[in-house]
């Protein structure tokens, strides 16, 4: 067959047509699935970034701040309590001021711890007055209320303390109704009083509550009385009891100015965390 025969001028043609249409399709799918990943990659990108905000943001904790109520004017002195808020519970409470000196100075000395944690278990200013301290008393339920008044207006949930007020009232500790679905065993609060620990200045003598592991309150039953010891123990002792509620143990700081006082303190403490099994 010659070269300029018609036949094979057709045959190269169609063979020229098939080659170009099978070049077209092959590249044609090539850049519509490149396309298609970019476009389905975008959408991915844009949910990634929508969720790292959320992520970011879900997280709300409540912090733990402090609340100074109003001076409360008694008979023989002025009373001021300072409140510890954490999640909307009063976590530890203290009198910043108290009647001193003498005979008022020793109830007080007496009355404060018993009123701190009266007002942790409380979660409330409805306390029982301590016997002997009717004044001091008073004037601590007046100051404590008004600095509970502050910590409510200042944003703190009034719900949960009023909650916890009445797992307190009933003798099972807020944390006792989780594990009491479990069934037979919310643990119950118990108090454990420790040693006396000898001073300078006369015994001390720590007594806790313990729940679920945790010191809950505390207290001390005994410290030095009468003149200047006394005044050290009416100011140190409420700040070792709140010290001993936050360190969960008797790693505490030693109060500035009542060093033989903090010392008694942290060795009866101890020993009350020794059989209380902590």
Do not use: C, F, W
């Not at 010659?2 to 045959?11: D, F, G, M, Q, Y």
């Not at 409360?72 to 909307?88: C, E, F, H, K, M």
Request: net charge positive.
């Amino acid at each position: 067959m010659r070269k300029s025969h018609p036949i094979r001028r057709a045959v190269l043609a169609g063979a020229a047509t098939v080659s170009g249409i099978v070049l077209l399709l092959s590249l044609k799918p090539a850049s519509d699935p490149a396309s298609a990943s970019a476009a389905g990659a975008a959408p991915q990108r844009t949910a990634a970034a929508q969720e790292s905000p959320q992520g970011g943001s879900g997280a709300q904790r409540t912090g733990t701040r402090s609340v100074t109520g109003d001076v409360a004017r008694t008979q023989y002195g002025d009373v001021q309590v300072r409140l510890t808020v954490s999640g909307g519970r009063i976590t530890a409470a203290e009198a910043v001021q108290a009647p001193q000196g003498g005979v008022s100075g020793q109830k007080s000395e007496l009355a404060v711890p018993k009123l701190n944690q009266e007002a942790v278990t409380a979660q409330s200013a409805n306390i029982d007055t301590v016997s002997g301290a009717t004044y001091t008393s008073g004037g601590y339920k007046k100051s404590l209320q008004s600095a509970l008044d502050k910590a409510k207006a200042g944003g703190s949930a009034s719900g949960p303390a009023s909650g916890s007020a009445s797992a307190s009232s009933s003798g099972a500790p807020s944390g006792s109704s989780s594990s009491g679905a479990a069934g037979s065993g919310a643990a119950q609060a118990r108090t454990v009083t420790g040693e006396a620990a000898r001073t300078d200045y006369g015994p001390v003598q720590v007594r806790i509550t313990v729940s679920n592991g945790r010191i809950t309150k505390a207290e001390a039953v005994q410290a030095p009385q009468g003149g200047v010891s006394g005044q050290k123990s009416e100011l140190a002792v409420p700040k070792l009891n709140q010290e001993a509620v936050t360190a969960q143990s008797a790693n505490i700081d030693t109060v500035s100015g009542a060093t033989y006082t903090s010392g008694g303190y942290k060795k009866s403490l101890q020993s009350a965390l020794d059989e209380a099994g902590g």
